[in-house]
């Protein structure tokens, strides 16, 4: 009988053996699973951020665009402006100036008229 025992400890520690095996094995895989369910989620969540940071990025692309066209319109009509403006200050001087200086030889002339009947007089007085 003490050798039946014995055979029947070896067996039951042999199915022990086994079932803790089976069940360690069966417990890696609901780890395994797990594992993936949370790589799955991760990725799931870098994807979303990933995507919200892009989209951010586009918003902040596009506000930044529409400012910088809105600042350039402003600047070329300003620059328009200030064009208008000294086209209409400056034209009439520039009209002045060229009539003064279309006059400059008549007034030199008449300027030098007494000087020439002078030097003509005294032309005459030498001969």
């Given at each position: 009988m003490a050798s039946h025992n014995v055979s029947k400890t070896l067996t039951d520690a042999g199915y022990i053996v086994i079932g803790l095996g089976v069940m360690t094995f069966q417990q890696g895989q609901a780890a395994g699973r797990d594992l993936r369910?949370?790589?799955?989620?991760?990725?799931?969540?870098?994807?979303?951020?990933?995507?919200?940071?892009?989209?951010r990025i586009q918003d902040?692309?596009?506000?930044?665009?529409?400012?910088?066209?809105?600042?350039?319109?402003?600047?070329?009509?300003?620059?328009t402006e200030l064009r208008s403006e000294l086209e209409k200050r400056v034209?009439?001087?520039?009209?002045?100036?060229?009539?003064?200086?279309?006059?400059?030889?008549?007034?030199?002339?008449?300027?030098?008229?007494?000087v020439a009947a002078?030097?003509?007089e005294l032309a005459g007085n030498a001969a």
């Open positions: 369910v949370r790589a799955e989620k991760a990725n799931d969540c870098l994807h979303t951020r990933s995507r919200d940071a892009q989209e902040r692309s596009r506000a930044a665009r529409a400012h910088a066209n809105a600042r350039v319109r402003t600047t070329v009509a300003r620059a034209e009439p001087v520039v009209g002045q100036v060229q009539t003064q200086i279309g006059e400059l030889p008549e007034r030199v002339v008449q300027a030098m008229e007494p002078r030097v003509r």
